[in-house]
Nanobody
Framework: VQLVESGGGMVQPGGSLRLSCAAS????????MNWVRQAPGKGPEWVSG????????LYADSVKGRFTISRDNAKNTLTLQMIGLEPEDTALYYC???????????WGKGTLVTVSS
């Protein structure tokens, strides 16, 4: 199993970024997927999740209305579109494979998002 995130960078408050996660080594379309972030000096925070078919999405209250999760099962790709970024969104963003019941068994190495003026 391999999960490789990309798309992070530095952006000003109010800006936008689009994160991607390329998945390989497993049947991507059979698993729910998640985005989790970890801010400097803090513990991991679940951000968003999507079911295997892509028809059901969930968001943390802190990002609801600003972030959109999606997936392309034909391309084995998970995406997180982020708008209205705030300094509090600064974190290392990971994609993680779901195992049901909130558990996540494989994680990527993360992509860094920095929101600063």
């Amino acid at each position: 199993v391999q999960l490789v995130e990309s798309g992070g960078g530095m952006v000003q408050p109010g800006g936008s970024l689009r994160l991607s996660c390329a998945a390989s080594g497993f049947t991507f379309s059979s698993y729910g997927m998640n985005w989790v972030r970890q801010a400097p000096g803090k513990g991991p925070e679940w951000v968003s999740g999507i079911n295997p078919g892509g028809g059901t999405t969930l968001y943390a209250d802190s990002v609801k209305g600003r972030f959109t999760i999606s997936r392309d099962n034909a391309k084995n790709t998970l995406t997180l579109q982020m708008i209205g970024l705030e300094p509090e969104d600064t974190a290392l963003y990971y994609c993680a494979r779901g195992q049901g019941g909130g558990a996540m068994d494989y994680w990527g190495k993360g992509t860094l998002v920095t929101v600063s003026s």
